[in-house]
């Protein structure tokens, strides 16, 4: 059975409502209280397990409270866990909502990943250059090395959680990230690529327009938004569900960083037409991967909404 552990810092006139509030919900176990045992801020400690299908309206509760204002709620995964009474609680308690997201964990991961620190942008620069060296020759390898290293991903989910909260900073920052760390790896990938030009160090393959993993990043079509809908998808699951193997795929699936990549290397070598339809084929899985998220998110609350609802109206039921 899968759980978190919260640990509250709870402000002493709040301490008896908190403890009440946890004590009444049969999905919180192992319940301890420090009294007083907390300094800066200055409080008691409260500890408990709860089941993760019940943890939203558990946190929900703690901050209503005013925990997350005048002291501290913390969130940490429990790896393993023996309890046949957590077992009994979730198969009677929860049913379907056993599987529920903890929305908090889940945002605080998008938010973890739309932060734009140098290393952002370098990376982007560095996968752009990789990918480059993937057209230039042909590497259908070396265009899947620079899908992983690209972190865009991360500010694509944090526009589309900034649209879904209406955040407008969120927004702001996220389009602006990708825009600049774009615009960079594009420039690098151009000055890389005329480099190479300028020595003639380009494989002879390519110089006589054999270019294969060029055309399938410069054509985009209807197979490109099917795609990108299906990974836009896949990748709002994987993150609410922690599935890190799924979100891999979704990073080797999507052409952004190869159609940057393909921007810079086509303006070197004034392939105008290469450059606009890769240029189409990077505007094109952005929109869609920011759109799709933004729905995927929205339908993944309404229906667990919807579970919640169903679970409170069985309680109800049980004790009327």
Known sequence: MDMIHVRAVCPPDLTERTMALLS????????LLHGG???NPDGDAVECDVLTGAANEVLRGLRDLGLERRGSIILAPVDVAFSQRAAKAGAEELGAQARAPVWEEVEARIRAEGSYPPSFYLFLVIAGIIGAVGILTNSQILIVAAMVVGPEYGAI?????????RSRPRIRQGLMALLVGFLLAIAATYLFSLFVRGFGLQPRAFELGLRPVSNLINTPNFFSAVVAVLAGIVGIISLTEARTSALLGVFISVTTIPAGADIGVSCAYASWDEAWGSLLQLLLNI?????????????????WRQVSERRHERAVRRTS
Do not use: Y
Not at 24 to 31: D, G, K, M, S
Not at 157 to 165: C, F, K, Q
């Open 37 to 39: 045992s907390v300094r």
């Open 24 to 31: 009444a919900e049969p999905c919180v176990l192992n319940l």
């Open 287 to 303: 929109v869609v991967l920011i759109v799709v998220g933004t729905g995927t998110l929205k339908c993944q609350r309404a229906i």
């Open 157 to 165: 989910t944090s526009v589309a959680l900034g649209i879904d909260r």
